[in-house]
């Protein structure tokens, strides 16, 4: 057996009402904190309310979208202003990327810059990150169980990752209920994202028997349960698809992800598009391109057949291939497809995803025509 390692979250709380016991266990970390939140997160206003009732100062910084640098810079101005001693992320995998970056960077004494792959230095974290607390009220990213922040370069046109194994939540608080009447759109491309991050670590290079084990309880769990919750809104099944963000989260940290996530990084930054309704897009034409690839290298599809029996038991049509149907579905319930690009632009993307982190766990190197393709497939006309 090949050796590998597992990076794992520090402590996690699981299930309905968990999130009524934040509160006290965020105070112990600290008596002025920094609640990061998004707008719609309504539980936000009860949870500030409670810190506040353990004889916390709070500040509150709304988060706008997915983290962009200067959003990062300013939040880090707001934490240091404030003499923050812990951060509270409570929103979507977007909040909880931005309270890390925040956490991670309000103690470090250079630039934002300095510290980011890619458009900067890269330079590690000399100082230990804040502590930091996440509440997800999406199922989708796993944030609350990963090592990185993804940031937009605005300038760059980029999305590039701010990582260090501290930036993992001290806790994290995965309560389901938080993600209840979560708008249909969202629920849809976050829904998409945690079965893309179960999906792309069983296929990983970086595979290992742990990640394994948990992707294939996720994936089927997560395929049907997100066919339940669009179709009409389940507990059980917003249940169900909360306990395959977090183990998608654990997945990637281990095992890595693959080209969906390589395009969608590029694609993220270049057209400012939602990550998850991306992702959702482009899981299809990537699972059969490298499938294709694979099997005309003479490797094993076996995995790839899995997933295709997975995907045949939440969306078969009698007679029809899996991946068809799935796409027919995807198609039904209205995720926007990626926006109509010229073919200088697509190459850009293609090449510039062949560079990204994430593709170094793809299962197979795919050539830049064929990432070409993959984003055709994905898009408008």
């Given at each position: 057996?090949a050796p590998?390692?597992?990076?794992?979250?520090?402590n996690?709380?699981?299930?309905?009402?968990?999130?009524?016991?934040?509160?006290?266990?965020?105070?112990?970390?600290?008596?002025?904190?920094?609640?990061?939140?998004?707008?719609?997160?309504?539980?936000?206003?009860?949870?500030?309310?409670?810190?506040?009732?353990?004889?916390?100062?709070?500040?509150?910084?709304?988060?706008?979208?997915?983290?962009?640098?200067?959003?990062?810079?300013?939040?880090?101005?707001?934490?240091?202003?404030?003499?923050?001693?812990?951060?509270?992320?409570?929103?979507?995998?977007?909040?909880?990327?931005?309270?890390k970056?925040?956490a991670?960077?309000?103690?470090?004494?250079?630039?934002?810059l300095?510290?980011?792959?890619?458009?900067?230095?890269?330079?590690?974290?000399?100082?230990?990150p804040?502590?930091?607390?996440?509440?997800?009220?999406?199922?989708?990213?796993?944030?609350?169980?990963?090592?990185?922040?993804?940031i937009?370069?605005?300038?760059?046109?980029?999305?590039?990752?701010?990582?260090?194994?501290?930036?993992?939540?001290?806790?994290?608080?995965?309560?389901?209920g938080?993600?209840?009447?979560?708008p249909?759109?969202?629920?849809?491309?976050?829904?998409?994202?945690?079965?893309?991050?179960?999906?792309?670590?069983?296929?990983?290079?970086?595979?290992n028997?742990?990640?394994?084990?948990?992707?294939?309880?996720?994936?089927?769990?997560?395929?049907?349960?997100l066919?339940?919750?669009?179709?009409?809104?389940?507990?059980?099944a917003?249940?169900?698809?909360?306990?395959?963000?977090?183990?998608?989260?654990?997945?990637?940290?281990?095992?890595?992800?693959?080209?969906?996530?390589?395009l969608?990084?590029v694609?993220g930054?270049?057209?400012?598009?939602?990550?998850?309704?991306?992702?959702?897009?482009?899981?299809?034409?990537?699972?059969?391109?490298?499938?294709?690839?694979?099997?005309?290298?003479?490797?094993?599809?076996?995995?790839?057949?899995?997933?295709?029996?997975?995907i045949?038991?939440?969306?078969?049509?009698?007679?029809?291939d899996?991946?068809?149907?799935?796409a027919?579905?995807?198609?039904?319930?209205?995720?926007?497809?990626?926006?109509a690009?010229?073919?200088?632009?697509?190459?850009?993307?293609?090449?510039?995803?062949?560079?990204?982190?994430?593709?170094?766990?793809?299962?197979?190197?795919?050539?830049p025509?064929?990432?070409?393709?993959?984003?055709?497939?994905?898009?408008?006309?």
């Amino acid at each position: 057996m090949a050796p590998f390692a597992l990076a794992l979250p520090r402590n996690v709380r699981f299930g309905r009402g968990c999130a009524d016991d934040a509160a006290a266990t965020i105070a112990a970390l600290g008596r002025r904190v920094l609640v990061v939140r998004g707008r719609s997160a309504a539980y936000a206003d009860s949870l500030v309310a409670m810190i506040e009732a353990e004889g916390c100062t709070v500040t509150v910084l709304h988060g706008e979208g997915e983290p962009t640098l200067p959003q990062v810079e300013a939040g880090r101005a707001a934490a240091r202003d404030a003499g923050t001693d812990c951060v509270v992320a409570i929103g979507g995998g977007s909040v909880i990327d931005l309270g890390k970056a925040i956490a991670g960077l309000a103690p470090q004494a250079g630039e934002v810059l300095d510290h980011l792959e890619g458009v900067g230095r890269g330079m590690p974290l000399e100082r230990d990150p804040l502590p930091l607390v996440a509440l997800p009220t999406t199922a989708g990213t796993g944030a609350e169980a990963t090592r990185n922040a993804v940031i937009g370069v605005p300038d760059a046109g980029v999305k590039v990752s701010l990582r260090d194994p501290r930036l993992v939540p001290v806790h994290a608080f995965v309560d389901p209920g938080l993600t209840d009447g979560c708008p249909a759109g969202v629920t849809l491309a976050s829904g998409l994202d945690a079965v893309v991050q179960v999906i792309e670590p069983y296929l990983s290079a970086r595979a290992n028997p742990v990640t394994d084990a948990l992707c294939r309880d996720a994936i089927p769990r997560g395929l049907t349960a997100l066919r339940r919750v669009i179709e009409d809104e389940d507990p059980e099944a917003r249940d169900a698809m909360a306990l395959t963000s977090l183990l998608g989260g654990i997945a990637l940290a281990n095992a890595g992800l693959g080209a969906v996530h390589g395009l969608a990084g590029v694609i993220g930054g270049r057209t400012g598009m939602a990550h998850g309704a991306i992702c959702g897009r482009l899981l299809i034409p990537v699972l059969r391109a490298n499938r294709q690839a694979i099997a005309a290298n003479g490797g094993a599809i076996t995995r790839f057949d899995e997933v295709s029996a997975w995907i045949d038991a939440a969306f078969g049509e009698a007679g029809a291939d899996p991946l068809d149907a799935f796409a027919r579905w995807i198609d039904g319930s209205d995720l926007p497809r990626l926006p109509a690009a010229t073919d200088a632009d697509r190459r850009d993307w293609a090449d510039a995803a062949a560079r990204a982190s994430s593709m170094k766990a793809n299962p197979v190197m795919l050539a830049p025509d064929v990432l070409v393709e993959i984003i055709e497939q994905s898009s408008d006309a």
